[in-house]
């Protein structure tokens, strides 16, 4: 009697098959977008130009702060991401020119003439503890509360929203309404 012998699977058509599953899963399966902020950082210095420290007065300076927990706080108050941007308007507009606001200088500006121009910083500073989506979005509500600022001078002055304005105008409103926003190193307060 002969022995019976098992049939083979022929594997020739699975090698096929997976192929067509890693292109299908390849092809429906989206991919985490990189997050990251799109700044244009300063020109470097000139090699022969000299650095100055400068002084500049308290009550110009507003400290944004983000700690491990991922609680924002600006000036002495914890307040909630919603009220950042509110906040950082008022502080660089200082409308009731309050003492305690930055102070405004009065600049003429080429193309426009003169205008008070604040002379209010934003200094972020941050945790090693805090998360980059938190850093993330504290960094767009500076930069959305600038961008206000600057629509609102360009509506006012052009009657056009800022990123409709020419270049020219683009860069009155730039020295009109400066960012000024100024980031210190990341500290790490679970050492101490």
């Known amino acids: 009697m002969a022995s019976k012998k098992t049939p083979e699977i022929n594997g020739s058509s699975m090698a096929d098959i997976s192929f067509m599953v890693l292109i299908f899963f390849l092809m429906v399966t989206t991919m985490d977008q990189e997050k990251g902020l799109s700044r244009r950082l300063p020109p470097m210095p000139a090699e022969d130009q000299k650095v100055e420290d400068q002084k500049v007065n308290r009550r110009n300076?507003?400290?944004v702060r983000i700690n491990m927990n991922d609680r924002i706080f600006a000036g002495n108050e914890a307040i909630d991401?919603?009220?950042l941007k509110d906040k950082i308007v008022e502080f660089l507009t200082n409308p009731t020119d309050?003492?305690?606001l930055p102070e405004k200088e009065v600049k003429d500006i080429e193309g426009f003439g003169q205008y008070p121009v604040s002379k209010g910083?934003?200094?972020?500073?941050n945790d090693r503890g805090t998360t980059y989506s938190k850093y993330i979005e504290v960094q767009n509500e500076l930069v959305r509360a600038v961008n206000e600022i600057r629509d609102d001078f360009?509506?006012?002055?052009?009657g056009k929203k800022y990123v409709k304005l020419s270049e020219e105008q683009q860069q009155i409103c730039r020295e009109c309404i400066p960012q000024n926003i100024s980031e210190a190193e990341p500290k790490d307060v679970t050492k101490k």
């Open 61 to 63: 300076i507003i400290i």
């Open 81 to 83: 991401i919603s009220q």
């Open 98 to 100: 309050d003492p305690n």
């Open 121 to 125: 910083v934003i200094s972020l500073q």
């Open 154 to 158: 360009a509506m006012q002055n052009f």
